[in-house]
């Protein structure tokens, strides 16, 4: 008999998902605790893996599509007992399933009738047919993957992202509505456009940022920092440091730890205006914000007061690593008292970051370029980077704030106060 595939439980008041990548097709052999299909949220992805070793026998939600926790999306046949497991790819994570006999983890099973397999003129399903039937297409042009030959939902979006695969149709009138997730529309010659539905993590990426304009009194004050020293200190240990560590010495360890020490000389960027108050934090959770497979998410460094220079470095490698696989858990992105963004890396020269709400600050880095300078008299080149900090004008004055981005200034152009804590 099979079981039935459920959205799992992904986070707290989270009562609706979107179906991410399916890993198997129907048919596809499982082993236990296989992922089956990514499980997209407003916060981070998660996998449903399989409760038991089998074949998955059929998707009922197909990539792009809404539900809601707890509902069937798919069902997959056990197989036989004594049956051997599929291989599993031990690269993969785990995320429990809730079975019938009570045993709870994320995820759920239970007994549903079995599906018969499609065969001949019943080869595509209706999923499939509505999004080959929206592009112009037919059922006869694709390949199925599915039992038996069937063309599923994700073979059809497969089919109409190719442009060359189409035949030709009559044009057609003006859309009424957008198409299905990932279809194209040509409009004659090479002009097409292509609809694709906002993830969830994309969506409150919006939603916060919009709340951040709406609800902030954001203000930006610029500053730019001589990088000389700390690339030198840098030059001078990373072999060491990468030896000793396992890890490089990058310029983050350094602006993270020249944070802290800004955040404690001006506790107001670390503070959360909490009406009728304002709430200050002894300790510094500085997230870090870092290009995700699924969009820009920021991790969190708690108490980064604590941290030494490896940690940090390490820290953040592992986030960045599992940020780009969309594998950050749902705890390592809540919280932060103060953010760093650093759009240097992709060749930003200057930005106005925006806070994430409900902090008070965020300090953004541009990118490191030759410019002359003027040094006891004379016209040097040096090594330079604009800084920016964008802060709650309601929390934070602009004494403050400058004091604030003078701080890190001054921290990164003689690191060695970092040691002595000056």
Not at 111 to 134: I, K, N, S, T
Not at 160 to 187: H, I, Y
Not at 217 to 227: G, I, P, R, S, Y
Request: with cysteine.
């Amino acid at each position: 008999m099979a079981l039935e595939l459920k959205v799992p439980e992904v986070g707290e008041s989270i009562t609706e998902v979107m179906i991410g990548t399916w890993k198997k097709r129907e048919g596809d052999a499982v082993a236990t605790d296989d992922p089956i299909v990514e499980i997209e949220s407003d916060k981070a992805t998660v996998e449903l893996p399989a409760p038991v070793h089998g074949t998955v026998t059929r998707i009922l939600k197909g990539s792009g599509e809404r539900a809601v926790v707890g509902e069937v999306i798919g069902y997959m046949e056990p197989a036989a007992a004594g049956a051997a497991q599929p291989q599993q790819n031990p690269s993969q994570p785990v995320v429990g399933v809730t079975r019938k006999d009570g045993r709870t983890d994320i995820g759920s099973v239970s007994m549903a009738p079995p599906q018969p397999a499609d065969a001949g003129p019943g080869r595509v399903m209706p999923a499939a047919a509505r999004v080959l039937g929206e592009a112009g297409m037919t059922g006869s042009t694709v390949a199925g993957s599915g039992p038996g030959g069937r063309v599923t939902k994700s073979d059809a979006m497969t089919a109409v992202s190719q442009p060359a695969a189409r035949q030709p149709s009559p044009p057609a009138a003006p859309l009424a509505k957008p198409p299905a997730a990932g279809s194209l529309r040509a409009s004659g010659g090479d002009r097409e456009e292509r609809f694709v539905l906002i993830s969830p993590i994309r969506r409150k990426i919006a939603e916060r940022l919009v709340e951040a304009q709406q609800q902030a009194a954001l203000l930006t004050t610029f500053n730019e920092v001589d990088m000389s020293a700390v690339m030198a200190l840098r030059s001078k240990f990373k072999d060491v440091f990468q030896e000793r560590y396992g890890v490089k010495l990058g310029f983050m360890s350094f602006f993270v730890r020249a944070a802290v020490e800004a955040l404690r000389a001006v506790p107001q960027v670390n503070a959360e205006f909490r009406d009728p108050h304002i709430v200050y934090r002894d300790y510094c959770d500085i997230g870090i914000a870092v290009g995700g497979g699924k969009g820009l998410v920021v991790p969190v460094l708690r108490n980064a007061e604590q941290l030494s220079f490896a940690e940090i470095e390490q820290r953040i490698g592992e986030y960045a690593r599992r940020a780009a696989d969309n594998k950050l858990k749902l705890e390592e992105l809540q919280g932060g008292t103060f953010t760093i963004s650093n759009g240097g890396v992709y060749g930003s020269m200057m930005s106005t970051p925006i806070i994430n709400p409900p902090q008070s600050g965020i300090l953004g880095l541009h990118a490191i370029q030759d410019r002359p300078m003027a040094v006891n008299g004379q016209v040097v080149i040096r090594p330079m980077m604009y800084l920016a900090l964008t802060y709650d004008h309601r929390l934070v004055d602009g004494r403050e704030a400058v004091t604030f981005l003078k701080r890190v200034k001054d921290t990164i152009e003689d690191p060695t106060r970092l040691m002595l804590e000056v």
